[in-house]
Nanobody, 125 residues
Framework: QEQLVESGGGLVQAGGSLRLSCVDSDDAFSAYAMGWFRQAPGRDREFVAG????????VYSDSVKGRFTISRVNAKKTVYLQMNSLKPEDTAVYYC??????????????????WGQGTQVTVSS
């Protein structure tokens, strides 16, 4: 059974950094695009970043471009989100997700078939 497990969230001051990790239980990990999304209280889940199956193509939301970096290590079945220059508005539960069909990442929630349980990121001002 497909399982994604995130880790690395926590409390950090504005301007600080965190690195999120997401480990996939499925050997099919290396064939599909991966994405990171986030959801703040009272708001819809929103796209943050996506990476292609081979790591060569990445896409970011405008709000995190230049501050966040998504990467993956297929041998470890792990995707990362390096978050630098964090702002209070980055506070949210962060979710990793795996596309069930494509190797190139989309930006819509409906593109992704498998989801982790989420990890909380809180940025204090």
């Amino acid at each position: 059974q497909e399982q994604l497990v995130e880790s690395g969230g926590g409390l950090v001051q504005a301007g600080g950094s965190l690195r999120l990790s997401c480990v996939d239980s499925d050997d099919a990990f290396s064939a599909y695009a991966m994405g990171w999304f986030r959801q703040a209280p009272g708001r819809d889940r929103e796209f943050v970043a996506g990476v292609s199956w081979d790591g060569d193509y990445t896409v970011y939301s405008d709000s995190v471009k230049g501050r966040f970096t998504i990467s993956r290590v297929n041998a470890k079945k792990t995707v990362y989100l390096q978050m630098n220059s964090l702002k209070p508005e980055d506070t949210a539960v962060y979710y990793c997700a795996r596309d069930g069909q494509r190797g190139i990442p989309g930006t819509l929630v409906t593109t992704y078939q498998y989801w982790g349980q989420g990890t909380q990121v809180t940025v204090s001002s």
